[in-house]
C-alpha cells in the first residue's frame, strides 16, 4: 500500500512564533550554539490501493503522490504563508 | 420586510447567537444558516462568526472553507452578495481566498483579550458606509491567531485599492501595517479580527460602534435582489 509524508513548513519570510519561542529556551539546556528553530507539520498519507496487483505497485505510488500533491496544496498547506514537499514513504524503511 | 441576514454556524462557532442578537438590534431579521445547508434561504448578506471551526484543527478555517455553506456562500459572493466574517469568519474567508493574506498566531504566542481600538480606513465597503471616513471605533477583540500577513506586493495592492478597511490604532497581535480588517476588490465582503457583534449595547460592550456594521449592510441592499443559487 502507498504511503506518502506531507512537510509542511512556513516560508522563510514568515514569522515563526513557536520557533523564536523553543529558541529562547534553548540556553536553559546549556545550548547557546543555535541560530534558528523553524517548525512545521509533518503529515502521513496511507492510501487504500486494495486490489491493485502488486506488479503495478509502481503505478499505485505514481497515483498517490499525484493525489497527494492535490491534497497538499489545496488543504494540507496554505501558499499564502508555507511551502510543502511530497514524498512517497520507502517501506522498507517503515 | 426587514433585511435578512444568515449567520452560519459551524461545529464549533460560538459567536453566531451574540452575531443574531447585533443583526437584530440592528434592524435586520437574523436567519441561522447550518454548515451542511446547500441553500442561502433568501438571506441578503451572510455574517461569518467567530469561533473554532472543526477545532481549528489543521489551521484555523481550513476545514470550514469544504463546507457546504460555503460553496453557495461563495457563489453567490461573486455575484455581490455582502459577506462579513469575524475572527474565524475572517480566517474562513482568507482560506476560502474570498479575501487576500492570511491569519497566523500572534506575534507574541498570547491569546490576547481586550477592546481593540481601531481607525475605518475605507467607507466603501458594504459593510462600513455608514461610518465617517477615518472615525475611531472599539470592538472587542479575543484572538490567538489574528496576525495578518500577506507578501509585499499584496499589502501594497490592498493600500493602494483602498481594501484596508479597519487599521490597529494599538496593534494587539503583530498585524503587518496594523491591519484589523480588509475587504474584497468590489467591497461586498469585509473581513476583521475584532468583534463588532459584541459592541452593540452599552451593558455589555466597550461601545455600540458596532451597530454601524449592521446599519451599512442595510444601506447597501438593493431594493429587491435575490442571491438565492436559481434551482
Known sequence: MARVVVDVMLKSEILDPQGEAVLGALPRLGVNDV??????????????????ESEHSDDAAAKALEQSQIIADQLLANPVIENFTVSVLDEDAA | MSARIGIVTFPGSLDDRDAARAVRLGGAEPVALWHDDAVLKSVDAVFLPGGFSYGDYLRCGAIARFSEVMGVVREAASRGMPVLGVCNGFQVLCESHLLPGALVRNAHLRYRNRPARMRVESVDTAWTNEYAPGAEVVFPAKHGEGRYVADEATLDRLEANGQVVFRYLDNPNGAMRDIAGIANEAGNVVGLMPHPEHAVEALTGPSTDGLGI??????????????????
Open chain 2, 214 to 231: 449592521v446599519a451599512s449592510v442595510l444601506a447597501a441592499r438593493p431594493a429587491s435582489r435575490t442571491f438565492d443559487q436559481p434551482v
Open chain 1, 35 to 52: 541560530k534558528s528553530v523553524r517548525i512545521g507539520k509533518r503529515v502521513e498519507i496511507e492510501f487504500d490501493d486494495e486490489g491493485v
